[in-house]
């Protein structure tokens, strides 16, 4: 029941279902700011400079106070137990986060993964750009030369002059149609 002063006189009445639910809720995107925002607030830790990064902070701040506030309402409260304090739901994470092992065996094949690939594109045959002032392979690397794009006329029949050369031999000076060529020549012999 709720008591209001109407022309000098105490009533009292009931609010409707929608107002009552606002009055109970009403403070609740505010107490959630206070969260996150209060005491070891994750965007006033993590204070990055590019927007993206910002944006990312914020938003796993409000899902870090929104973990907290769903964990201590669902299993907590509904267990009769404790709240959770932020610090220690925080620490919670941390270390769940630190020793998850499937997560960890997940990275761990991803890297081997990249790995082989890798090395299958070391030993295939690939189009690369020599670095700038970069000159021909002597055997071991490439020469230093003054000029910081210098190119080179191509191996094969164009003679275009480039700057590319394929992974397999880096002696081996090609434009993009040559390479072409000089790929479907070493994949025929192979088969």
């Known amino acids: 029941m709720r008591k209001r002063r109407v022309g000098g006189e105490l009533v009292e009445f009931k609010y409707g279902e929608y107002q009552r639910w606002y009055y109970y809720a009403r403070h609740a995107v505010d107490d959630n700011n206070n969260n996150r925002q209060g005491c070891l607030s994750y965007e006033e830790r993590f204070c990055p400079r590019d927007w993206s990064t910002r944006q990312f902070g914020f938003l796993f701040a409000v899902s870090l106070t929104n973990a907290l506030l769903a964990y201590n309402h669902f299993v907590l409260m509904k267990n009769n137990k404790k709240k959770i304090a932020k610090s220690d739901f925080l620490c919670k994470i941390a270390e769940e986060m630190i020793n998850n092992e499937d997560y960890a065996a997940e990275i761990r094949q991803e890297e081997q993964r990249n790995k082989r690939r890798s090395t299958r594109r070391q030993v295939g045959h690939q189009l690369c750009t020599m670095v ?60």
């Not at 970069?134 to 190119?151: A, H, L, N």
Request: some cysteine.
């Open 132 to 191: 700038p002032y970069s000159g021909k392979w002597d055997g071991e690397k490439f020469r230093p030369t003054r000029s910081q794009y210098q190119k080179y006329v191509c191996s094969f029949k164009c003679k275009r002059m480039v700057r590319t050369y394929c992974s397999c031999d880096p002696t081996l000076i090609l434009c993009k149609n040559c390479f072409a060529i000089h790929f479907a020549e070493h994949n025929s012999t192979e088969a």
